[in-house]
């Protein structure tokens, strides 16, 4: 075991260096080239779509392969088109006061889960070369496989469009020595982590900008304005979607009294079937571990799988299990995030009541995350987003295909930041955006130092004479000037006039702007080095003047010493 932990720790340190070493190709592409490269992997991507979701499906156990499928899909077409034309290179936006230009990170390091393992292989891919970034993807165990295959079908069509080959690396071996080695690399960037809350933390605690997700645990209102019927069937197609393995699913579903009826005769008559109170008990103990925790064994599984695991029968056809539930917290198990076709049960007497139980489930175990909400008043579902502790507030929608952007205009993702409610850097999908940095270049619009008013008694200095006048020769100038000064000498006493005195010629004569004495310039060192400073020396044949003070990038030491630009004062 101590083997296999410093091979994989080697490995890390040598991808990482591999991958910082074809960042320097990579950021220097243009965008037409940036984006062939991301349309031939998103095709190829597309291509395997299917055979790449049934290899989950059969190496993780989880979820259904055939929904696998269109998770792949989702991640190399949709996620694509819609960044297709962002600008990632050079100026991005110009306006008359700002330009912005957009600036790679570098390495990007890419924590690949279990539960949607090619899918989010397939976009983090995607993002990081389209934003001309440089990828090491450290897969977990149990999906090793279908996660290096997903690697290798999308490196071997962006080789051929001209990717440099160490721009997109899989880790071959899936330890978590190897995992820390890769987040904390000097040369790794910035952390892309999708995984469980411990992976998360230490991502954050790396000491390296990182963009993590947390637990979801979506609660879901159905309002007494709704459509019963579909907010009934939206719930039950995302909390169903391959098993309920995307954390954006359904896990609670919050009623309103005067329907609460109505809705467990829709969930009846569309696949759900309610469990009586022994039932549900049965089910609460397998749903958790005894250390009160989530028991993988139920994650991604099918509703008949966990009823047998519980010891219960449950009708054929049925599509998820559901459970009036008591209360939130430890103590109620069916107030966990479940991440399978399982859902709690509340009846709540009014919108404001549903709020503060929506909000209570969050509070427990899904900070930040999603939160749904099925009405006809938009007024309501307004106020209800105002109330909720999340990043996502879906709407009339399947929790699931929403949050992610399927089903809605959300920025499409399979990451999704949990701001600082779920302790993320950002509330935000996920996207290329993050994974550049922006420069720009602004220009004066408010001015600091103003021209002072012209007084009475002042002559304003003019580049030009006024219309009408001619400007005075220099030769003119001159010569009214030493013809004052020799009729003053003429009026000095004799004996300051003993000494031949030579012809006054004034400066006017003798300086000009061709023979002018220049002063030398003094050497100054700059404060601060990037990577883009020491590219445009390079490129000007010039040295930069640096001190012990003086902060330099990474990449911008590295750089600058391979070419020797840096001058030491």
């Not at 090619?118 to 970034?133: D, E, G, H, P, V």
């Not at 619009?445 to 020769?473: I, M």
């Amino acid at each position: 075991m101590a083997d296999k932990d410093l091979a994989a720790q080697q490995e890390a340190r040598d991808a990482v260096e591999a991958a910082s070493f074809a960042f320097k190709t990579v950021a220097q592409l243009n965008q037409s080239k940036i984006d062939e490269i991301c349309d031939v992997m998103s095709r190829a991507a597309l291509a395997d779509a299917a055979r790449l979701g049934k290899m989950a499906n059969e190496e993780t156990g989880f979820g259904k392969a055939e929904d696998k499928f269109e998770k792949n899909r989702f991640a190399a077409e949709d996620v694509w088109n819609y960044f297709r034309d962002l600008k990632t290179v050079g100026v991005v936006k110009d306006t008359e006061s700002i330009v912005e230009i957009a600036s790679p990170r570098g390495v990007v390091a890419a924590i690949i889960p279990s539960t949607n393992p090619t899918s989010t292989a397939i976009y983090k891919i995607i993002i990081s070369i389209k934003s001309r970034n440089t990828i090491v993807l450290s897969p977990h165990p149990s999906a090793a496989k279908c996660i290096a295959e997903t690697t290798r079908i999308m490196r071997e069509a962006a080789i051929k469009a001209g990717l440099p080959g160490d721009a997109i690396t899989c880790l071959t071996n899936s330890t978590i020595e190897g995992t820390e080695t890769l987040m904390k690399h000097r040369k790794t960037a910035v952390i892309l982590a999708t995984g469980g809350t411990g992976l998360v933390r230490a991502a954050y605690s790396s000491g390296k900008p990182a963009f993590g997700v947390g637990p979801g645990n979506v609660p879901v209102f159905i309002e007494r304005s709704a459509n019963v019927a579909k907010a009934v069937s939206d719930i039950l197609t995302s909390t169903c979607f391959d098993n309920g393995t995307i954390c954006a699913s359904e896990q609670s579903v919050v009623v309103d009294s005067p329907v609460a009826d109505q809705v467990r005769e829709q969930f009846k008559a569309q696949g759900g079937h309610f469990l009586n109170s022994s039932e549900a008990e049965a089910v609460g103990k397998v749903l958790l571990t005894p250390q009160r925790t989530l028991n993988a064994a139920i994650v991604g599984k099918s509703a008949a799988f966990i009823a047998n695991l519980a010891g219960i029968s449950i009708p054929d056809g049925t599509r998820c299990l559901i459970a009036d539930c008591g209360g939130v917290g430890r103590d109620y198990p069916w107030s966990f995030e479940k991440l399978s076709p399982t859902l709690a049960f509340f009846v709540a007497d009014g919108a404001e009541q549903a709020a503060a139980k929506c909000q209570e489930i969050l509070q427990f175990g899904g900070m930040g995350h999603t939160s749904g909400m099925h009405t006809q008043d938009r007024a309501a579902a307004i106020r209800f987003g105002e109330q909720m502790p999340a990043s996502r507030v879906i709407i009339n929608s399947p929790t699931t295909h929403g949050a992610i952007g399927f089903s809605t205009d959300l920025a499409p993702s399979m990451t999704l930041g949990c701001g600082s409610w779920g302790g993320n850097v950002t509330s935000d999908n996920i996207s290329p955006h993050h994974l550049m940095d922006i420069k720009r270049v602004a220009f004066e619009t408010k001015p600091v130092n103003k021209q002072p008013a012209v007084s009475g008694r002042q002559t304003s200095v003019r580049s030009s004479p006024p219309v009408g006048r001619t400007a005075p020769k220099r030769e003119d100038i001159a010569a009214i000037v030493d013809g004052f000064l020799k009729q003053k000498l003429a009026q000095l006493p004799e004996p300051a006039k003993a000494a031949p005195v030579a012809e006054v010629k004034t400066v006017v004569h003798e300086i000009t702007p061709e023979n002018a004495v220049q002063k030398p310039v003094p050497i100054k060192t700059v404060d601060f080095v990037s990577e883009d400073d020491v590219r445009k020396a390079i490129e000007s044949g010039e040295k930069i003047y640096i001190s012990k003070k003086t902060i330099l990038t990474p990449s911008a030491r590295d750089l600058g010493e391979e070419k020797e630009v840096f001058a030491n004062i």
